[in-house]
């Protein structure tokens, strides 16, 4: 209510117009000195989004999440909404869910945050989750304590996985191990080939890939989930021109490590650290090699100071004007 509309809220709104799903605007922050709902409601239209007091068909609730002011009423809003749509699932059959966010945890290991869509997703179920298998060892709810299973529409934290997951990922229950092997083995191979497709794939394609005259701009990217690393290449991928692109020489979850250090020191390339911090060694290995460390936790903040970099990287525009000419005799 106190900043309008910023580009996180604009994203939102394409987002939810691509999936062609109802939205309910929240309006936070309405308890702060200059708030003013009705700037933000009449910014929406611009977005064509018209809500109810605008005479529209968007329900819109006017909250304040650190007073807990309109929480209920945000709540009913929901519920009218999903009974609207009649959206109900079958509880009583092995579940199927989505990665809502997937990191490495230093003590549990992976962790993906499933948000099951039916089904009901019990402790000790054996899961295929993008080209990753698992058994459920834990579940934990939305209060941080453990739960023993999670019904159609609950999100929780599932631990016992072999590796972190994609934002996005399916992650569907099977019968038995051999299955989930053989899923995520066929999975595996389906992204293995994806890759190799994409490389050139002979010498010419290669020499002209090569005659390409854009600068590289080479990126080591780590974030402490794996929804920011996704978002954080796709974004630098986008903000790549004719003249200079991105190269994201490796993207990853954790910590950032001596390896990732090795690896932008051999190309002379910085590392972005999106809310995560080097460990001791990775830190004085950058420091002996001279790698830069950046570090940001505003998506906006890490492409306006990439832009800028790649920017300098290509250099000012050089023009020769002649003024005359002269001959020494």
């Known amino acids: 209510a106190d900043d309008g509309l910023m580009p996180q809220t604009i994203e939102a709104i394409n987002h939810t117009k691509a999936a062609g799903v109802p939205m309910i605007v929240a309006i936070n922050k309405i308890d702060k000195e200059g708030a003013d709902p009705t700037t933000v409601r009449t910014r929406l239209l611009e977005h064509e989004v018209i809500v109810e007091e605008m005479s529209g068909d968007v329900l819109d609730a006017e909250v304040s999440a650190l007073k807990k002011i309109g929480l209920d009423e945000l ?16 509880p009583d059959r092995a579940a199927e869910g989505v990665v809502v966010e997937a990191k490495l945890d230093k003590g549990r290991g992976p962790v993906a945050t499933i948000l099951v869509n ?32 999670a019904g159609p529409s609950v999100p929780v ?14 992650l569907t229950v ?9 899923v995520a083995a066929y999975r595996a191979e389906q992204e293995k080939l994806q890759r190799t497709t994409q490389a ?49 020489l490796h993207s990853g979850v954790g910590a950032i490590t001596e390896s990732d250090v090795t690896l932008a020191a051999a190309s002379n390339a910085p590392i972005i650290g999106f809310n995560v911090r080097p460990n001791a060694k990775a830190r004085d290995i950058a420091k002996r090699d001279g790698v830069r460390l950046k570090y940001f ?17 290509l250099g000012p525009e050089k023009s020769d004007k002649v003024k005359g000419r002269g001959e020494v005799k």
């Open 75 to 90: 709540m009913e809003k929901i519920h009218v909404q999903a009974e609207l749509l009649e959206l109900k699932a079958r």
């Open 118 to 149: 039916r089904g009901t997703l019990k402790r000790g179920d054996i899961f295929v989750v993008g080209s990753h298998t698992g058994k459920v060892r834990a579940l934990i709810d939305d209060k941080g304590k453990p739960t023993k299973e």
């Open 157 to 170: 934290e599932v631990l016992g996985l072999s590796g972190v997951p994609l934002a996005g990922d399916q």
């Open 174 to 182: 099977v019968p038995d191990e051999g299955r989930a092997r053989e």
């Open 200 to 248: 050139p794939t002979s010498l010419e394609n290669m020499f002209s890939a090569a005659a390409d005259h854009a600068v590289e701009f080479p990126l080591l990217v780590k974030a402490d989930v794996q929804g920011s690393t996704q978002a954080i290449v796709q974004a630098l991928n986008k903000i790549s021109n004719d003249d200079i692109k991105v190269r994201i």
């Open 297 to 313: 936790d505003i998506i906006y903040a890490l492409t306006d100071e990439i832009r800028a970099g790649m920017a300098g990287d």
